[in-house]
């Protein structure tokens, strides 16, 4: 995979489809079907190795079958295909242009999809699971149904990489089963979440992974200017949240309206408008270099073992829709909590506390859906886990989160995550026998009575940045519900082991009493934190989802770092360290598609001049100490950034001349120099310096007009893959 951010577009068919977006310029990726042609599929290898794009092919045969994918034009007995090692033959005339071929795709519909969906007998469709007992029992039943899949296609078909593609929450058990590249269809669930989980994933595992935008199918009911604005924010919102690849599945070269049966055509206003947007990324792509590594990410959701959710359509966990039990119930609603790390807080919130509310972004602007699967080392790149859909613990599972707990880690989970056994609506067996002095600090006994309760929090946190909403004990309960509060004792032998919030029903009360019904109770484990919820209930059970909610909007707001966003909720950001190690870029994009956002950024403390960000569009800025740098056009790229005692050097390409704003938020004075013009900055003060276009010998996509539709003779085929 290419260092540089991939972006590209889905083909019509065959060399000719290449040579079309080719000169269409529409990037350096492309999704396309193999022909069955010998001649024509090794002359599209070779194209796409001269010309340097990255081919990934889609799938060859029909989902949920080893037969063999034939589009009526092409029909071919399946003893006529080429031979594995043909086929390899084949495409290895791309070379290290090559990107892989699609195999189980929407896989995860076995999961999401409407259950009628997976009764079907046509083929190019999954069917469903078998009926399973046990949460585990369905988690090897997927996992060793899509290994299957991919063992036929790598044995017989070819050699990889295998692509999946998916809209679901569920990459960690695709790369699990075997898959080299994990591949996101984005917008058919919601892209925060979804994005999150295939990072995460690819992190754990070591996969690449990038987006296929599902435009023309999931952009928009009619092809209308929101339609146009959500495919941008679309495409911008992937680059900031780290795809290594990006384009659109279709909905770029032509279009018909589901709704309306109305078509655009290729040369209409709406196609050529898609494809400027297109074009933009792909020539900020080439401009731009965008630092390895991802997005800074500290706060990592842990997606539990055995956990079945699919994050989108179908209310069933696993897809067993064969028993009422395996509904979508607490464990799978908790996914839907993590949409509140994107949210601003009400202005009557009283327990928002401090001088900024820090709630609408989480800490550095992103979060990672992490699989509990994950490796120690992997597990410790994130300063804060928390966990609130289902798992099964082990003793493998559980010495790891001791481990990361001991290594720094703070851990936020419930009682529930604390169960050994995985059967779904059964009595819960607790690991250990309810024995967690070693992590927790307590030893569970047993359960009172379900009842209605209130909480009352007694005593701050060790963390410094956590803020519990502490007040005296004469207080009305809050966070009322039916839960069932466990009964706990705190281990003589755990003496870190602390109450910070307690159970209770009236507005007088005891302080000491409240303290012996713990509801929250935080243990310090070597250098590491951990908060555990003592009830019984998921995170996400009506009965204590209030209490959940509050939860997270403190660990939010106490993981924020030495950079934050203080600006509406609609504006997303993500940072990340560049590699020279000489300071950070942060990209910030303003999803909402028709009001400009005001926005401040603050630095260890200190709070840049407000700058705006229109509506729709895509900004960057960079950090270097106590120095912010704001380009007036994004199409720049960092060529040198240097201190030498309070003086910085930086020098810059860009695209266009243009004013940059040089902010010095450090409390001494600072010189400045960009590109030669030099500015001496007292503390707090703002300038603008002059940066004149730049061009780097034999750059790509420094031409002003780069976006502008270039002539294409003939017709346009809009006959894409999907």
């Known amino acids: 995979m290419s260092d540089r951010v991939l972006i590209g577009a889905s083909t ?5 489809g290449l040579q079309t977006f080719l000169e269409l310029r529409l990037g350096n990726c492309v999704l396309a079907d193999l022909p069955f042609d010998r001649d024509e599929a090794v002359a599209m290898m070779r194209f796409c190795r001269e ?16 037969t063999l994918y034939r589009p009526a034009e092409q029909k071919l007995p399946r003893d006529e295909f080429w031979t594995k090692a043909e086929l390899n033959a084949i495409l290895a005339e791309a070379g290290e242009f090559y990107g892989g071929r699609m195999t189980i795709g929407e896989a995860g519909g076995v999961l999401y999809w409407p259950k009628d969906y997976l009764r079907r007998k046509d083929a190019g469709s999954f069917v469903a699971l078998p009926p399973c007992e046990t949460m585990l029992e369905a988690r090897e039943a997927y996992v060793a149904y899509l290994r299957d899949f991919i063992a036929f296609e790598r044995q017989e078909l070819s050699d990889g990489p295998l692509l999946d593609v998916d809209s679901s929450l569920v990459f960690k058990y695709h790369a699990e089963a075997g898959i080299d590249v994990l591949c996101h269809e984005a917008l058919p669930g919601d892209p925060h979440r979804m994005q999150a989980a295939i990072r995460g994933a690819a992190r754990a595992f070591g996969k690449p992974w990038g987006t296929h935008i599902a435009m023309g199918w999931y952009g928009g009911v ?3 200017e929101l339609w ?6 679309s495409v911008w919102h992937c680059y900031l949240t780290g795809s290594e690849f990006i384009y659109p599945e279709s909905g770029h070269l032509a279009l018909t309206e589901h709704q309306t049966g109305h078509r655009f055509e290729a040369r209409s206003p709406e196609m050529l408008a898609a494809r400027r947007i297109l074009r933009e990324a792909y020539q900020f792509s080439l401009v731009h270099e965008r630092p ?5 990410v500290t706060l990592g959701i842990l997606s539990g073992y055995g956990d079945g959710a699919p994050g989108l359509w179908n209310p069933w966990a696993w897809g067993q829709v064969h028993d009422g039990k395996w509904l979508a119930g607490a464990p799978e609603r908790a996914w839907e909590l993590v949409d509140q790390l994107h949210r601003r807080e009400e202005w009557c919130n009283y327990t928002v506390q401090g001088e900024r509310d820090w709630s609408g972004n989480p ?13 120690l080392d992997n597990l410790q790149r994130y300063e804060c886990l928390v ?3 289902w798992n099964t613990m082990t003793d493998e599972l559980y010495d790891k989160l001791k481990a990361y707990v001991t290594g720094g880690g703070r851990l936020l989970l419930s009682l529930a995550h604390l169960r050994a056994d995985a059967v779904r609506g059964g009595e819960p067996q607790l690991f250990r026998d309810g024995d967690f002095t070693d992590l927790c600090g307590v030893k569970v006994t047993g359960a009172l009575e379900t009842s209605v309760r209130g909480v009352k929090f007694l005593r701050q946190s060790s963390l410094p940045g956590y803020r519990l909403p502490v007040a005296d004990a004469q207080c009305d309960p809050r966070f009322l519900g039916n839960f069932t509060p466990a009964t706990v004792e705190l281990r003589a032998c755990a003496p870190s082991a602390r109450v910070l919030a307690g159970h209770d029903v009236l507005f007088g009360a005891d302080a000491e009493q409240i303290a012996r019904q713990p509801v929250l109770v935080e243990n310090r484990v070597g250098a590491g934190t951990v908060l555990l919820v003592t009830l019984w209930e998921y995170p996400a059970d009506e009965a204590v989802i209030g209490l959940t909610r509050e939860l997270l ?13 203080l600006a509406s909720d609609r504006v997303r950001y993500a940072i990340y360290d560049l590699d020279s190690d000489a300071g950070q870029v942060i990209y910030l994009l303003n999803t909402d598609p028709d009001w400009t956002a005001p926005v401040r950024l603050w630095v260890e403390g200190r709070e840049t001049a407000e700058f705006l960000i229109p509506a729709n569009e895509f900004v960057l800025a960079y950090r270097f100490g106590p120095i912010v740098v704001l380009p007036l056009d994004r199409r720049v790229d960092l060529e040198r950034a240097e201190w030498s005692e309070d003086a910085l050097e930086l020098d810059f390409h860009a695209v266009v001349a243009q004013e940059v704003s040089v902010e010095n938020l450090g409390p001494t004075e600072a010189s400045v120099t960009l590109n030669g013009s030099v500015a001496d900055l007292p503390p707090g003060a703002l300038t603008r310096l002059p940066l004149e276009r730049r061009v780097p010998p034999a750059a790509a996509g420094y031409e002003p007009d780069f976006a502008d539709e270039p002539a294409c003779e003939g017709e346009i085929d809009s006959s894409t893959p999907y």
């Open 51 to 66: 010309h340097e794009i990255t081919l990934f092919l889609s799938e060859l045969v029909y989902r949920g079958t080893t």
């Open 228 to 233: 146009l604005k959500r495919w941008k924010t």
């Open 12 to 16: 019509g068919r065959g060399l000719a």
């Open 363 to 375: 800490p550095y602007g992103q979060y990672d859906i992490v699989p509990i699967e994950s490796e």
């Open 292 to 296: 390895a590594g991802g997005p800074k």
């Open 222 to 224: 009619t092809v209308d």
């Open 553 to 565: 909007r403190v660990i939010s707001a106490g993981e924020q770092g030495d950079v934050r966003l």
């Open 387 to 389: 966990l609130l859909g």
